[in-house]
């Protein structure tokens, strides 16, 4: 299988144009009158990003993560694939203890683990699932610091704070080649509910080609919820619009992409009718002539209305797209799972 070298791109569409094929909403319009679903985003991402690179140091730290994907299995094209996970305590002056529990994929009971990682010290498995869960499947981690657990701590989250760090990768005899997914904490909630979706682009899924796609979440709600795709080319014409995969509750989905695209974009929204599910979704390019895998973490796009009060954007707005998980919401997903107990770090 060989592949041809990139073609010039095709023509861009003109910035203030309208693909005839683009969401009207995307651009201002009203609804269509025939009654076509389509989403209604405003992108203010230059606004945003500048004023999260000015947020202090602090806002990138937290006492609760999600990592979307994990795995301890074999894979397609005769690829095998684990989870390295590193745990980094910051403090300086005490231990924490920390609690990591597995949601599987297609829901059912999770497994929680605890572990104590040291002052300004760190612990790392390089198969988590398999040394540490003792399990061969895939699945999601849900990282947190509960105050019950660290009773000599002061109860505040830059107080338990740690950092996450997780790679899954293709171990072969002839070395590995891995993806970082790094540990989050605000997911999408219900489109109705927030107005946010998000995007995850540069997409390419050309069998012909050797590049295989999959889309993966994790749900911590307590029912199921649709997770809905929207496929873009590369001039943001729509290849298939409002594709659903539904997402168990307390639990990871991962699923090929059905349609071909090549450096195309995927939008991603949710239905909830419960309102209360944080879905956390991610996009996995591999390419089969090698098995190196390549990860990324869609971009959540909030609406006007949320991003700006009057006047000057909030800090509070800043950090409140889609949802963010606390150890509050946390608690109440550890609490479904079996405990295993105190693990060592290693």
């Known amino acids: 299988m060989s592949r041809p070298a990139d073609a010039p791109p095709p023509p861009k569409t003109p910035l203030l144009s309208r693909p005839t094929s683009a969401p009207r909403s995307q651009y201002g319009l009203p609804p269509d009158p025939k009654g076509n ?5 405003n992108r203010f991402l230059a606004a945003l990003l500048f004023s999260i690179a000015a947020l202090p140091l602090a806002a990138q730290i937290n006492d609760t993560y999600v990592v979307p994907a994990s795995a301890n299995v074999a894979g397609a094209f005769g690829t095998r694939w684990q989870t390295r996970l590193s745990i980094f305590n910051p403090q300086l002056d005490y231990p924490l203890r920390v609690s990591i529990t597995f949601l599987p994929s297609g829901g059912g009971t999770g497994d929680e683990v605890l572990v104590d990682v040291p002052r300004n010290s760190v612990a790392l498995w390089d198969n988590v699932l398999g040394t540490v869960f003792h399990r061969g499947d895939t699945g999601a981690l849900l990282i ?40 989050t904490w605000t ?5 109705n509910f927030d107005h946010v979706s998000a995007i995850a682009h540069g997409i390419r899924n050309i069998a012909s080609q050797g590049w295989r796609t999959n889309i993966g979440a994790v749900n911590l709600g307590r029912t199921s919820v649709q ?18 995969f539904t997402v168990p509750p307390l639990g990871h989905l991962q699923d090929r992409l059905p349609v071909e695209v090549d450096r195309g974009s995927i939008e991603f929204t949710l239905t909830d009718a419960t309102q209360q599910a944080v879905v956390f979704p991610y996009v996995s390019t591999i390419d089969q002539l090698s098995g190196d895998p390549t990860y990324q973490t869609p971009t959540l796009l909030a609406s006007a209305k949320y991003l700006y009060g009057k006047g000057a954007i909030s800090k509070d707005a800043l950090l409140s ?7 509050n919401f946390a608690r109440g997903v550890r609490a479904s799972a079996r405990h295993l107990g105190l693990v060592a770090a290693q």
């Open 321 to 327: 797209p889609g949802r963010k998980i606390d150890v």
């Open 144 to 183: 947190a610091t509960f105050p019950e657990d660290n009773p000599g701590v002061p109860d505040q989250t830059l107080d338990r704070a740690f950092l996450v760090h997780s790679e899954t990768f293709n171990n072969v005899e002839g070395g590995t080649y891995g993806q970082t997914i790094p540990g």
């Open 187 to 191: 997911g999408l909630m219900d489109y």
């Open 227 to 244: 997770l809905m795709l929207t496929v873009y080319d590369y001039n943001g014409n729509v290849v298939r619009e409002n594709i659903p």
């Open 37 to 41: 679903h389509v989403i209604n985003r």
